[in-house]
């Protein structure tokens, strides 16, 4: 993996982190810090979903 792949991935990485976050940030009423902990730990999971699924679909 060179240089500009890595930062290619970790750009897709925190796009999607950063989406799913705010969706989920706006879909709740009230932000308690749990809510926030367990928003922010579950979008970053569906963003290693998220890019792991692309790249299965991309890879030949």
Known sequence: MT?????LAAAELL???AAL???WLFLI???YTLEF???VTAAGL???TA????RA???R
């Open 21 to 23: 976050a705010v969706l």
């Open 51 to 54: 890019c792991a699924a692309r």
């Open 29 to 31: 009423s009230t932000v």
């Open 3 to 7: 240089r500009r792949t890595a930062l």
């Open 57 to 59: 679909v991309t890879e």
């Open 37 to 39: 902990v367990v928003g």
């Open 15 to 17: 796009a999607w982190w």
């Open 46 to 48: 569906g963003a290693l």
